[in-house]
């Protein structure tokens, strides 16, 4: 899921730098990522997940890095089951 994530920061973030230069606990926002970029990446991560953000999770800290991407996944992939 990491990688997907990645991928998604990759082609969606608009950042100077690859995802793969950034630990999972680097501020995004610090590395250039715009608050449009963020619905960029949470609309690409829904297309290819076939899930939803729910608007209690739109919150600017929910993306700033990419392990709070992740759990904010892990909780909605939870849901689902």
């Given amino acids: 899921m990491i990688e997907l994530v990645r991928r ?28 449009f970029a963020a619905i960029q990446i949470m609309l690409a991560l829904e297309e290819a997940l076939g899930l939803e953000f729910p ?19 892990r909780q909605l992939e939870r849901k689902a089951a």
Avoid: K
């Fill in 8 to 35: 998604i920061i990759d082609t969606q973030g608009r950042l100077p730098v690859t995802a793969q230069n950034l630990s999972p606990d680097s501020d995004l926002y610090e590395a250039g990522l715009t608050s």
């Fill in 55 to 73: 608007d209690h999770m739109l919150r600017r800290q929910n993306f700033a890095s990419i392990n709070s991407i992740l759990a904010c996944l």
